[in-house]
C-alpha cells in the first residue's frame, strides 16, 4: 500500500496495479485488458477498498465467482459492460449502462462483468475487506481463502496451486 494521500486526487492519475491479478495461471492470464487503479489504497482505507476499472473490449472483471463474507458493489461511470450472475436456472446475462449500478451481497450469487462492447468499460467496485473471505469460482477448479490479508488459492479439492 503506498502513503495515504493528504488530499483529493485525480482517480485517473493513481497509477495502476502493477500486476493485474493475484490468480495463479492459468487465471492469470484470462485477466488480460483489465486496469485497476486502487484508490481506497492511496487514503490508507482499511476497512474496504475502492477500485477505479477499466476493462478493454473482450476483457472481464474477474472470474465468475462469490465470496462468503465481503460484500461488493459496483457503479458503471463509461460503456456497457455485461453483468452475468449464477441463477438457480443458469446465467442470467444483463447489460449495464453508465450510471447503472449493482451489489452484490456475501454468499449470494456468483457474478463477473465482461465487456462485449466497442469501447472500454470504466466503474468503480467497492469492496469490505473482511478477513477470513473464502471464494468459490463455479466455472473453474479454482477456490480462494484471504489470510493475513493476501489471497491463497487452490484447487476446489483443497491441493495448492
Given at each position: 500500500m503506498s502513503v495515504p494521500a493528504k488530499g483529493p486526487v485525480a482517480a485517473a492519475q493513481?497509477?495502476?496495479?502493477?500486476?493485474?491479478?493475484?490468480y495463479p495461471?492459468?487465471?492469470?492470464?484470462?485477466m488480460e485488458g483489465r486496469e485497476k487503479r486502487a484508490l481506497g489504497d492511496v487514503f490508507g482505507l482499511g476497512s474496504f477498498g475502492?477500485?477505479?476499472?477499466?476493462?478493454?473490449?473482450?476483457?472481464?472483471?474477474?472470474?465468475l465467482h462469490s465470496h462468503s463474507v465481503q460484500d461488493e458493489f459496483i457503479y458503471v461511470l463509461e460503456g456497457t459492460p455485461?453483468?452475468?450472475?449464477?441463477?438457480?436456472t443458469g446465467i442470467l446475462s444483463t447489460e449495464l449502462q453508465a450510471g447503472m449500478c449493482a451489489g452484490f451481497a456475501a454468499r449470494g450469487a456468483a457474478h463477473q462483468l465482461v465487456n462485449h462492447g466497442a469501447v472500454d468499460?470504466?466503474?468503480?467496485?467497492?469492496?469490505?475487506?473482511?478477513?477470513?473471505?473464502?471464494?468459490?469460482?463455479p466455472e473453474d477448479d479454482l477456490k480462494a481463502v484471504l489470510i493475513d490479508g493476501?489471497?491463497?488459492?487452490?484447487?476446489?479439492?483443497?491441493?495448492?496451486y
Open positions: 493513481v497509477p495502476p496495479r502493477t500486476k493485474p491479478s493475484s495461471e492459468p487465471f492469470l492470464s484470462r475502492v477500485n477505479l476499472t477499466r476493462l478493454r473490449p473482450g476483457a472481464v472483471s474477474a472470474l455485461t453483468l452475468r450472475q449464477e441463477t438457480e468499460a470504466v466503474y468503480l467496485e467497492i469492496g469490505d475487506r473482511a478477513p477470513g473471505d473464502e471464494v468459490g469460482y493476501a489471497w491463497r488459492f487452490a484447487h476446489r479439492d483443497g491441493t495448492p
